[in-house]
C-alpha cells in the first residue's frame, strides 16, 4: 500500500499543477467569488475526474483481465498518449492558458469578497466544475493514459488512482484558500516554466509505462 501512495502522490502533484482552464477557474472563482465558491467549483471537477476515471478504469480492467495481450497494448497506447500529451504541454507556446494575456481567464479581484450562500449556487459552482473539465478532451486523454500505468490488479488500481484524485483535490483547495497570493507568482515566465517541466515528466511517464509492459510483463 505504501508502494501505491508513493507512487500515485507524485503523480496528483503533477497534475495539479498543471496550468489549464481547471487550473485558472478555481483561482479566478475564489479570488471574485471567494474561497467557498472555488472550494465548490473544485469538487466540480473533481467528480468529473472521478467519473472519468471510472469509465476509463472498468473499461479498461475489463480488457485487461487475463490477457496479456491487451496489458501490452493497453501499455503501449497508454505511453503513446502521455508521451504525446506531455511533448504538447512541454511545447506549448500558445498565451491561451495565461491569466496575464487571456481575457477568458483574467483574474479580476473582487473588492468585496463575495461569498456563495444557498444551495442553488452551491450546485451552479458544482455543476460548472464538472462540465468545464469533463467537456476538456485533453482530460480525457490524461486519465486515459494515466490508468494503464496503474497496474494490472484491481484493488492496486483503485487505490492508486483514488491517491492520485485525493491529493488534486486537496491541491485544489489550497488553491482557493491562497487563491491572491498564487495569482502574484504567475506571471508567464513561471507558467512556461511549469508546462516544460510537467510536460517532460509526463512524457518520461509515458516511456516507462511502455517499457514496463515489455520487460516486467
Do not use: H
Request: charged letters at 10%.
Amino acid at each position: 500500500m505504501l508502494a501505491v501512495l508513493l507512487k500515485a502522490i507524485p503523480i496528483g502533484l503533477l497534475l495539479s499543477i498543471m496550468p489549464g482552464a481547471a487550473f485558472f477557474s478555481v483561482i479566478q472563482t475564489s479570488i471574485s467569488r471567494g474561497f467557498r465558491a472555488g472550494l465548490f467549483l473544485a469538487f466540480g471537477i473533481s467528480l468529473s475526474d472521478i467519473f472519468l476515471v471510472a469509465l476509463c478504469l472498468f473499461g479498461i480492467a475489463g480488457l485487461m483481465e487475463n490477457n496479456e495481450t491487451a496489458q501490452l497494448v493497453m501499455g503501449i497506447v497508454g505511453g503513446i498518449i502521455l508521451i504525446v500529451f506531455g511533448g504538447y504541454t512541454f511545447l506549448n507556446m500558445k498565451s491561451d492558458l495565461n491569466p496575464q494575456l487571456s481575457k477568458s481567464l483574467l483574474l479580476k479581484e473582487c473588492p468585496n469578497g463575495e461569498e456563495i450562500n444557498g444551495e442553488n449556487k452551491r450546485i451552479k459552482y458544482l455543476a460548472k466544475g464538472f462540465a468545464l473539465n469533463v467537456s476538456n478532451p485533453f482530460v480525457w486523454l490524461l486519465w486515459l493514459g494515466i490508468v494503464p500505468y496503474s497496474g494490472v490488479v484491481l484493488k492496486e488500481q483503485v487505490f492508486f488512482l483514488l491517491f492520485i484524485l485525493i491529493t488534486v483535490f486537496s491541491m485544489d483547495m489550497l488553491k482557493s484558500y491562497f487563491a491572491g497570493k498564487i495569482k502574484q507568482i504567475l506571471t508567464p515566465e513561471v507558467i512556461f516554466l511549469i508546462n516544460r517541466i510537467v510536460g517532460l515528466v509526463i512524457a518520461c511517464l509515458g516511456v516507462f509505462l511502455i517499457i514496463r509492459v515489455f520487460f516486467w510483463s
